[in-house]
């Protein structure tokens, strides 16, 4: 074969090799995307083919067994069976997602998020065994079969990985607040309280922190108070950044006071973007102590402001509940009608009107409308509830009696709907 004929086969070749590669990098976009997408849909079959179908066109994508891993685990998690896996106990689907992740670990092991998945194998399988539990004993007290004292079995896997997971990405908070709320579960306080206390050196910001409800914070509240203490005086924080942390922490364990002077730092430090939330959540805080004539100022200068932001909105909504408590309830109407305004799809303004047209009298007005409320929104349960609450205590039992039946055809699954039709058909039996 001549030389020219070489040449010409050579690149042939490498055209071949080169548009097989194209291929299946299209291949491996589209399937990957389709599992991603079936995944956070909570879909875990057509999850599972998706993901399955990338690795097929780019076996070594790490992530794409990650995924695979993670469809295990809610699976697990939530009692979800697996066609791919048919007749799997929940020991077979461990093993599964076991395999799955740390075939993904072996192909890119410096991945934190990798070696984490593994902890929430395991995971998925405790939450599941607590689950199947609780449907065997109902009747047992449900704080004794969630969570045991002390480590569970899987618990030294779970640590494990997730200490891994922190040594590789140690600036990456969120793999504290796991194992923190994990040691809390099985009791063990110190442990707990180091890792959140090291988490909110990492980033002091509560609201930051979304896997932590507030009760967890309440109950973590020294810790998190120093770590939040530490990170101010690293060089991370900024003065601005700081000030918010102490307006979210005061605000989650009830100091109302000192949070309020954080929320005023805040106001100063940061500047005209944030003045309208500050002075937002000033007022919340004054009027949870029931000081809404301290809430006025406040709410006043974010109305007074004339931007069109949910926390002009919301400040409608607070300061007609001021005027109202201050007796007002024309100027609380008057401002509620700018919040139905504002809000023109919500049904609120127009159930707050409602009531304050009651406080002032007017029965008739607030009998329309409660009942245009709950008409223009059927799909929304308070609506009704309120009306048929307003017929009842207006002496129109029959009315509220059929509304009740209404509501309970439209919302056969509120458990309100059964108990308000319960109770309007005993009070005609009288």
Not at 73 to 99: C, F, I, Q, R, Y
Not at 108 to 117: G, H, I, L
Not at 138 to 165: H, K, Y
Not at 221 to 246: C, D, K, M, S, Y
């Amino acid at each position: 074969m001549s030389r020219r004929r070489l040449f010409h086969a050579a690149l042939l070749l490498l055209l071949l090799v080169n548009t097989w590669a194209g291929i299946a990098r299209i291949g491996f976009f589209i399937t990957r995307y389709a599992g991603e997408h079936a995944l956070a849909l909570a879909r875990m079959d057509e999850a599972v083919d998706g993901l399955e179908a990338s690795t097929w066109w780019q076996p070594g994508n790490a992530p794409s067994h990650i995924l695979l891993a993670r469809a295990v685990h809610l699976s697990m998690a939530n009692g979800l069976h697996l066609k791919a896996w048919p007749g799997a106990s929940p020991e077979d689907l461990l093993a599964a997602g076991t395999v799955l992740v740390t075939h993904g670990v072996a192909l890119s092991p410096a991945d934190a998020w990798a070696w984490f998945n593994l902890a929430q194998v395991y995971r998925g399988y405790q939450f599941g065994d607590q689950r199947r539990s609780r449907l065997r004993a109902p009747s047992r007290d449900q704080e004794e079969i969630s969570e045991p004292s002390g480590l569970a079995p899987g618990d030294d896997v779970i640590i494990a990985a997730s200490l891994m997971a922190q040594a590789l990405d140690p600036a990456f908070f969120f793999y504290r607040d796991f194992l923190a709320q994990l040691y809390l579960r099985r009791g063990l306080l110190e442990e707990a309280e180091a890792e959140i206390r090291e988490s909110f050196r990492l980033m002091p910001l509560p609201s930051a922190h979304g896997t932590l409800d507030d009760e967890i914070i309440r109950q973590l509240a020294g810790p998190v108070e120093e770590g939040i203490q530490f990170a101010a005086a690293g060089t991370h924080v900024t003065p601005a950044l700081n000030a918010r942390a102490w307006a979210e922490f005061n605000q989650v364990v009830e100091r109302e006071e000192e949070a309020v002077v954080a929320w005023r730092d805040l106001r100063a430090l940061a500047g005209e973007v944030v003045w309208d939330e500050c002075d937002y959540r000033s007022a919340v805080l004054y009027q949870r102590l029931d000081r809404y004539a301290e809430s006025l100022p406040f709410l006043e200068r974010v109305v007074a402001d004339g931007g069109g932001g949910i926390f002009r909105a919301r400040s409608l909504q607070l300061l007609a509940r001021a005027r109202s408590h201050e007796g007002d309830h024309r100027a609380a109407l008057e401002v509620l009608a700018e919040y139905r305004d504002a809000l023109p799809r919500s049904f609120r303004p127009l159930i707050y009107m409602a009531r304050e047209w009651e406080l002032i009298g007017d029965m008739d007005e607030a009998g329309r409308l409660y009942r245009t409320t709950a008409r223009r929104f059927p799909g929304e349960p308070r609506a009704w509830t309120s009306y048929i609450r307003f017929l009842r205590q207006q002496g129109q039992v029959r009315e509220a009696l059929l509304e009740a039946e209404e509501f309970t055809r439209r919302h056969p699954d509120d458990p309100q709907a059964g108990k308000l039709v319960e109770d309007l058909r005993t009070r005609l039996r009288r």
